[in-house]
Each structure stands twice: as structure tokens, then as C-alpha cells.
């Protein structure tokens, strides 16, 4: 037996399955390759990723924002479905960087888990791999760290890191947001990452439902419908950012509009949103009638149906749009700035 099999072995009676980690290397290779592009000079497995800067920029500015997934991983636990929660922790980071006008580059990945079932890590990381390919990004790294004395056997925490580019005078900042500008929402596909303590709460422990119900007004599970990935809104929107002057965005996360719509905001100016142009999505409307929560406590904690917002001149409003349906998106109209000193007004 070799020296190397010795420490193997010793390293797997304390909980840590060396083989195992090679194992998912191998299994996902492919997944994480047909993420690459010209631009990526590294190999899977280096100790770093390498990426070429593109050409074109004068003066280039890296844009990174790193997220994860929250407790929505329980949900993926409940369910044991894992090939999706990926593209949520892709679409957290990289949506970020978009709203600050960035072409997204590349993504690294960081899971650790009580134990390494390779299986099971590469398929979450080909739901990854999928994410970047959403969001044109190239996965150049991650790490696994099976850490049996910190995670229960059976899960894992899941975190991302997105890298993008911008030019120095394109960065968008909201700092230029003026009276009369318009605010455009982008549709999302369902709860997205956000809110899942008050879901498990509501759902599962006051009213202890059962993630396999088929819910009529949802047309699936429960389950799947709480598992519906993040959109992320790279194709859509990296192109048309500049061509029609977007002076600000916000991705609608955690803190819903009241958190995130003012993040963009100068001092005395106030976004007004009308509400009633929101269609608010089934989910939504199935947990606030289960946990009879206001409206104002649905719009302070979910994105109930708009996942993104952007702020834009009025005379680049139909642009913008007719741009947006060319790629069968859906954008709504959601309202105007004026002067203000609260920075969101939403009419409920």
C-alpha cells in the first residue's frame, strides 16, 4: 500500500473522503467546460483561474459581487432535488454586477458539505454551469470542502463570486437618476432566493404542508414551485444599457422594493410604483393568504413578481421596450421619479 493510500484512508476514517473529491472533479469536467470561452487561459483543477481581459475597453472597471443562496437550500434538501439551486447562486451575484452596467466574465463557486457524494455535486454544479451559460459567464473555478464536524451529512451551503467589466464612463450608478424619469420592471420567475425563513415558517411550520402537495393554482407542487430558479437578465439587458441611457437598476432581492429600489436613488428624489401593474405571481398570492401577511409585508420582503428595475429617460421608454419584447420579454411600466425625500412610494 502506497504512502498516499495510507494518508487516504487515515484522511477518510476521520470523515473526509479524498477519492470522493476527485471523483466530482471528474464528473463535473464537462459541465464546467462548456462554460469556457477564448478568454479563459487556466484548466480545471489549477490553483487559479486565468481570464483574459477583452479588448476594446480604454479604461475597464471590474465589477464583482458574491452571494449565495440562503435557506432556500432547505427547500433543495426537502425536495432532494439539487440541479437548479445553482442557477440561483449565479443569478444572485450576477445580477448584482449587471445593475452596475458590468458585462459579466467569469464566476467562481465555493460548496461545502458534511460529506462529498460526488453525484450529488455535480449536479449541482452543472446547474452552475448552467447559470453562467445564462448569464455569459465562464466558470474558472470553485472549491469543495467536505467538512463532516460543521455540515450534517446530507447538506451543504453554496456561494458564488461573479466577476464583469464595464468602462469607466459607462458605470451605471443612479447617480444621474432625474425627475421624470421612468421606472420599467422585468418580470422574475416566481420567489426567486429571498424570503425563504418567513416561507418555511408560513408553509411548513404553521400550516405543515408538505412540499410533494400539488397545489391547483400553481399547476405543480409546492415544491417545485418554491424551487423555480432565479431569472437572470444578462441577455436581456447587457445590450440595450447603454443604446438606451439605463441610468439605474435595481435586482429585487432580500428587502424587496422598499430595500432595494432605494439603493439606486439620489437624495430627494422618490420612485412611485404603482403596484396595480404588478401581476403578482400565483406563489405569491398562495403565501399571503397563508400566512395572512399585509401587502406592504409582501412588497418589504419578496420581488412578487418583478425581478429587476430599471430606471431610464422617457424618451428611451419605448426603445427600451421594443427592445426588451424582441427577446420575448414582458416588460412593465411600474411608474415615474419625482421629488421626494422617501425614495420609494408604492401605491398599494
Not at 439551486?85 to 466574465?105: E, H, S
Not at 415544491?223 to 435595481?250: H, Q, W
Amino acid at each position: 500500500m502506497s504512502d498516499n493510500q495510507i494518508k487516504a484512508d487515515a484522511y477518510r476514517e476521520s470523515g473526509v473522503d479524498v477519492e470522493a473529491g476527485y471523483k466530482s472533479v471528474k464528473l463535473m469536467k464537462a459541465d464546467v467546460q462548456r462554460t469556457f470561452n477564448s478568454q479563459v487561459l487556466s484548466h480545471l483543477g489549477g490553483f487559479g483561474g486565468l481570464f483574459e481581459l477583452p479588448e476594446g475597453y480604454q479604461k475597464p472597471v471590474l465589477v464583482s459581487g458574491t452571494d449565495g443562496v440562503g435557506t432556500k437550500l432547505k427547500l433543495a434538501f426537502m425536495m432532494d432535488k439539487h440541479d437548479t439551486i445553482g442557477i440561483d447562486c449565479v443569478a444572485m451575484c450576477v445580477n448584482d454586477i449587471l445593475c452596475q452596467g458590468a458585462q459579466p466574465m467569469f464566476f467562481l463557486d465555493y460548496i461545502a458539505c458534511g460529506k462529498n457524494y460526488p453525484e450529488k455535486v455535480a449536479t449541482i454544479v452543472k446547474g452552475i454551469s448552467e447559470g453562467c451559460i445564462q448569464g455569459n459567464m465562464a466558470l474558472i473555478g470553485g472549491e469543495t470542502a467536505e467538512m463532516p464536524d460543521m455540515y450534517s451529512l446530507d447538506e451543504y451551503d453554496l456561494a458564488g463570486f461573479a466577476v464583469g467589466v464595464v468602462e469607466k464612463e459607462d458605470i451605471v450608478t443612479g447617480a444621474n437618476i432625474g425627475e421624470g424619469d421612468v421606472l420599467v420592471g422585468l418580470p422574475s420567475s416566481g420567489v426567486h432566493s429571498n424570503g425563504f425563513s418567513l416561507i418555511r415558517k408560513v408553509l411548513f411550520k404553521d400550516h405543515s404542508m408538505d412540499v410533494q402537495t400539488y397545489v391547483e393554482d400553481l399547476g405543480m407542487t409546492l415544491g417545485e414551485a418554491l424551487l423555480t430558479p432565479t431569472r437572470i437578465y444578462v441577455k436581456a439587458l447587457a445590450d440595450l444599457i447603454k443604446p438606451c441611457g439605463v441610468k439605474g437598476m435595481s435586482h429585487v432581492t432580500g428587502g424587496g422594493f422598499y430595500e432595494n429600489i432605494p439603493r439606486m436613488m439620489p437624495d430627494g428624489l422618490c420612485a412611485v410604483v404603482d403596484t396595480k401593474v404588478i401581476e403578482a405571481l400565483p406563489i405569491f398570492k398562495f403565501i399571503q393568504e397563508a400566512g395572512k401577511i399585509s401587502s406592504q409585508g409582501m412588497y418589504s420582503t419578496f420581488n412578487m413578481g418583478i425581478g429587476l428595475v430599471a430606471v431610464l429617460p422617457p424618451e428611451q421608454v419605448n426603445s427600451f421596450i421594443k427592445g426588451l419584447e424582441e427577446k420575448s420579454e414582458k416588460p412593465v411600466i411600474l411608474g415615474s421619479i419625482v421629488k421626494g425625500e422617501e425614495k420609494i412610494n408604492l401605491c398599494l
